[in-house]
């Protein structure tokens, strides 16, 4: 099992850049592929960005690629987004997420553990 507890969100004007951090506890953090997830008010809860348990592979969704990075420091148990660039429409609240090392990161419907969320809201 891990346990996940992100941080980072805030306001931010069009533009400007947030890095959410997600700490997780667990004594096989590294044997987890992890993810973000969104949820806007009035729609589902999408799968924005995933990486491998090896940090070796990627997945973002279209509508952040080449603005939002993420990646993980398998050392600090914690796994990071960073946000660039950002929209109104990037406004939302954040999960961090974590699937097994066998699953499939980039299928939203494969992560098993959650954090609470943090919100993010771009102003326009």
């Known amino acids: 099992q891990v346990q996940l507890v992100e941080s980072g969100g805030g306001l931010v004007q069009a533009g400007g850049s947030l890095r959410l951090s997600c700490a997780a506890s667990?004594?096989?953090?590294?044997?987890?592929?992890m993810g973000w997830f969104r949820q806007a008010p009035g729609k589902e809860r999408d799968l924005v960005a995933g990486?491998?348990?090896?940090?070796?592979?990627?997945y973002y969704a279209d509508s952040v690629k080449g603005r939002f990075t993420i990646s993980r420091d398998n050392a600090k148990n914690t796994v990071y987004l960073q946000m660039n660039s950002l929209k109104p429409e990037d406004t939302a609240v954040y999960y961090c997420?974590?699937?097994?090392?066998?699953?499939?990161?980039?299928?939203?419907?494969?992560?098993?553990?959650w954090g609470q969320g943090t919100q993010v809201t771009v102003s326009s």
């Open positions: 990486i491998s348990w090896s940090a070796g592979s990627s």
């Open positions: 997420a974590a699937t097994g090392w066998t699953n499939d990161y980039r299928l939203g419907s494969e992560y098993d553990y």
């Open positions: 667990g004594r096989t953090f590294s044997r987890y592929s």
